[in-house]
């Protein structure tokens, strides 16, 4: 089936800014974007720079008067559209998927205020200390922030992999797209109780509360088709994905916390200053993400643009 996407986006345009960008900005930018912030002109959509920020100076020692400054101005900008972790993301797009699934419809409705949840914003701090202390599990930015060099080393097995099979990138976008069906049938189809529950009893639960039914292999035919391939979370990620591993640059560990904050943002920011190296990947026609060529109406900014549009706003 032929999907629409219907993406519901705030009527006030959306500013994604990458790290590096947070980090150099000088005080006339923070000034301009506190005016048009305050006059409501202006969004600036966090989904997981500030973690990222609180990680990287988890070692108080590093932590100067001058980037205690930054990460202040950008918190209290910020704040408001601080979104809720990837995986809760993920979980309530899926859930809307299910939805339109069962009932057979033909489009798909991604709204901006699914980013958002005060209850897990207010949580987070607290999951995030249990982390830190007891070696808890919760899947919060930082925590995956935390964990993202082994994360890396598992990519770069993959990798190695990808280019000893010489995998296109359409080969692996498929396996990418098929990764969720594929984890819950052979998970299913395993001894592992702990496995189990942790991920096929999970699914079936949402399944059941999404569609009033409780068949296994249904629910892996929803993970095959359109609706759970082409939500956006999904299809940005596998593209991303997909394209650094069979590229020929070296990934760096921190590509693949920036892919995830990415696949979230793209579908609601109007406008998103980006690391070059991925920004070279959003913009190649194949990956067909971005307009004139693909779903997504968000203008890729340089650097030395981003005045010129605040000004205009």
């Given at each position: 089936m032929?999907?629409?996407?219907n ?11 990458d ?10 930018f ?45 918190e209290?900008?910020?704040?408001p559209?601080i ?17 339109a ?10 709204n ?37 060099s082994?994360?890396s ?36 189809m ?24 409780t068949?296994?292999?249904?629910m892996?035919?929803f993970?095959?088709s ?10 940005i ?17 921190s590509d ?21 190296d ?6 190649d026609n ?28």
């Open positions: 032929i999907m629409k996407l993406i519901v986006k705030p009527k006030i345009p959306v500013l994604w800014l790290n590096w960008f947070i980090w150099k900005a000088d005080d006339a923070w000034k301009k974007i506190a005016k048009l912030v305050l006059e409501e002109k202006i969004i600036i959509l966090d989904t997981g720079q500030f973690a990222e920020m609180l990680e990287r100076y988890s070692d108080q020692s590093k932590f100067t008067d001058e980037s205690k400054y930054t990460l202040s101005i950008y209290t900008i910020a704040k559209y979104s809720i972790d990837h995986s809760s993301f993920l979980g309530r797009q899926t859930a809307v998927a299910m939805r699934y069962a009932e057979e419809k033909d489009e798909l409705t991604i901006f205020d699914d980013l958002f949840d005060p209850l897990i914003q207010e949580l987070t701090p607290l999951l995030d200390f249990h982390n830190k202390t007891y070696g808890d599990k919760w899947g919060t930015p930082r925590n995956f922030k935390g964990l993202s082994d994360i080393i598992d990519w770069t097995a993959i990798r190695a992999d990808v280019i000893a099979k010489r995998e296109t990138l359409s080969v692996r976008r498929r396996k990418e797209l098929l990764g969720m069906h594929d984890a819950i049938k052979n998970i299913a395993g001894s592992n109780p702990i496995r189990k529950k942790n991920l096929v009893d999970f699914y079936i639960k949402k399944w059941k509360k999404n569609t009033e039914n068949e296994l292999n249904m892996l035919e993970f095959k359109n609706y759970y391939q082409e939500i956006p979370y999904v299809e990620h596998s593209w991303l994905i997909s394209d650094l591993v069979t590229g020929t640059r070296n990934h760096r560990p693949y916390l920036d892919i995830i904050m990415i696949a979230m943002a793209l579908p609601f920011a109007d406008y998103m200053i980006i690391d070059k991925i920004r070279s990947r959003i913009v194949r990956l067909k993400l971005v307009a004139p060529k693909g779903h997504y109406q968000t203008k890729l900014l340089q650097e030395n643009e981003i005045d010129e549009v605040l000004s205009k706003l």
